[in-house]
């Protein structure tokens, strides 16, 4: 799990085809490197990875399979690119952003870039299919920034950076036409879930609540009395 609160920008020094479709990527990132062990996951632009390779000198190595290459933007990185780091979320920490699972939804485009002074607005394209699991004040993560979504469209929403991430991520740079991993929150997925295999809704059949070992069943109370309590 992540929060969405990048902790630097690193660098993708290399990104290497493997056989059957897969890629390594090796990435410079001296604090999400500077206590990450083989195993350990980094959200790289918003895309959980495990880091498969060490070099010691805040370097470390990741392997992409082809879904996440088809799903998401690394696919068209190249050497030299920045991207956003985050280690996964400690138990103890605070979460500052909100819950990230590092599972890209998919790519967007930036569509247009508006400078209020400190502030910028950004308005990304996307896939009409995740359109209606977007909602307006909700949250969104674009290449791994948790961010609220100021407006949504059918193929469209947007954002508001303020001063803070627009220094502190790779979005402060992105022009209009580039690419970004966008990943919806995590409830929209599973009510939309829901709704698809009828299970919520007004046309849902009605379910029984099942019994639970040990657990007995409340009491009738009359109205009145219910009303007093």
């Excluded at 799903?71 to 190249?78: K, N, Q, Y």
């Excluded at 280690?87 to 909100?98: E, M, Y």
């Excluded at 819950?99 to 502030?119: F, M, N, P, Y």
């Excluded at 004040?137 to 791994?144: E, H, L, P, R």
């Amino acid at each position: 799990m992540f929060t969405g609160i990048v902790e630097e920008i690193g660098t993708l020094e290399t990104l290497t085809p493997l056989p059957g479709g897969e890629a390594r990527l090796q990435l410079r990132g001296p604090l999400a490197a500077s206590d990450a062990r083989p195993g350990d996951s980094i959200a790289v632009d918003g895309v959980c990875l495990t880091v498969v390779d060490l070099t010691g000198d805040g370097g470390f190595a990741v392997d992409a399979v082809p879904e996440t290459l088809r799903r998401t933007a690394l696919r068209d990185a190249a050497p030299g690119a920045r991207v956003n780091l985050e280690r996964a979320l400690r138990a103890d920490a605070r979460l500052g952003g909100h819950i990230v699972q590092g599972h890209v939804d998919g790519v967007a485009t930036l569509r247009s870039r508006r400078d209020g002074g400190r502030w910028v607005d950004l308005v990304f394209a996307i896939d009409p299919a995740l359109a209606p699991l977007i909602a307006e004040k909700g949250a969104i993560t674009v290449s791994g920034v948790s961010l609220t979504v100021t407006s949504a469209g059918e193929d469209s929403f947007g954002v508001s950076l303020i001063p803070a991430t627009l220094e502190a991520t790779t979005l402060g740079g992105l022009d209009e036409g580039g690419l970004v991993n966008i990943e919806v929150d995590v409830l929209a997925r599973y009510v939309a879930r829901l709704q698809q295999t009828g299970t919520i809704g007004v046309d849902a059949p009605d379910q029984a609540v099942p019994d639970v070992p040990g657990v007995a069943e409340a009491p009738d109370v009359p109205e009145a009395e219910a009303a007093r309590r």
